[in-house]
């Protein structure tokens, strides 16, 4: 139990890999908030399941982040770990992609991540520790067609990242991206419709041709192995990593 004593909130955690991420940390001792939409008994099986709390903050909402933070600290203390993984895609050529998804994709994958970390930084700076873990992904280091908000936004992701690492480095604090391939989670199977539709494919060629054609490993990336980063990048060993991007992504990135 390295974590015992420490708060950590993850955004997006009622589904796939923020919820892999919030069972690592909670199995290593951490109290945990979670976050996120979905079926009102499901999630509170998922709040009883951890001990955690659920805020159903909307990461496109400002206000809602800031009153998120502040109810954790209230409620828990820290954050100590703060987990910015909630995330959304839409995938549209770019002179036909709606302007509406444009704005919520970098609402949620990049300006929610200013806005958690501007709250939740004097308090671990006060502290003198604090991991602040960054969901970003493959796409934060190459593009793919069809994605360009996602893309542009976790390529935000990479670099504000960078910024925070270099302003906190002194004060104890780490700030880095994990960056998976194709993780087979809700988000990639919903948009296994919109890339049939968009490259005139079948589910079948979507799944071996698109997703897996950039993995060399030809497997899917699993939640819990992100998962099992994310408590080691909380560990003291891992106080030197700051600024990293890391890559999980079966190779697609060495290509
Ligand atoms: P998912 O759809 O399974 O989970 C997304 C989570 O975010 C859910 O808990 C959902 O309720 C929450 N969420 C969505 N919109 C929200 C909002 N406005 N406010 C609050 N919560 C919101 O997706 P996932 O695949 O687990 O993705 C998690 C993160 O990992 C995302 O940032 C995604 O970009 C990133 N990622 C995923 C993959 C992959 O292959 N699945 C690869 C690389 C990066």
Not at 137 to 165: C, D, E, M, R, W
Not at 220 to 247: H, K, W, Y
Request: aromatic share 4%; glycine share 10%; charged share 15%.
């Amino acid at each position: 139990m390295t974590l015992t004593g420490k708060v950590a909130l993850v955004t997006g955690s009622t589904s796939g890999i923020g919820l892999a991420i919030a069972r690592a940390l909670a199995a290593e001792g951490a109290k945990v908030m979670i976050n996120g939409f979905g079926d009102a008994g499901a999630i509170s099986a998922i709040a009883e399941e951890l001990g955690a709390l659920h805020d159903d903050a909307d990461m496109s909402d400002p206000a809602a982040i800031e009153r998120m933070v502040q109810r954790c600290a209230d409620a828990l203390g820290g954050p100590d770990i703060l987990v910015n993984n909630a995330g959304i895609q839409h995938v549209s050529p770019v002179d036909s992609f709606p302007p509406e998804k444009w704005d919520s994709i970098l609402a949620v994958n990049l300006s929610a991540v200013f806005h958690t970390t501007r709250i939740a930084l004097p308090a671990m700076r006060g502290k003198g520790w604090g991991r602040i873990i960054n969901t970003a992904s493959a796409h934060s280091l190459v593009a793919s067609p069809n994605k360009s908000a996602y893309v542009a936004a976790k390529h935000g992701v990479a670099g504000f990242t960078k910024t925070v690492a270099l302003e906190t480095a002194r004060d104890g604090i780490t700030a880095n991206c994990i960056s998976p391939g194709y993780v087979w989670t809700p988000l990639v199977e919903n948009q296994i419709p919109d890339t049939m539709k968009a490259r005139g494919m079948t589910r079948e060629q979507v799944m071996n041709d698109v997703l897996l054609a950039a993995q060399p490993t030809k497997q899917f990336v699993t939640p819990e192995q992100v998962g099992a980063l994310a408590a080691f990048l909380c560990r003291d060993e891992a106080a030197a990593i700051t600024g990293a991007n890391i890559s999980m992504d079966g190779g697609w990135t060495a290509q």
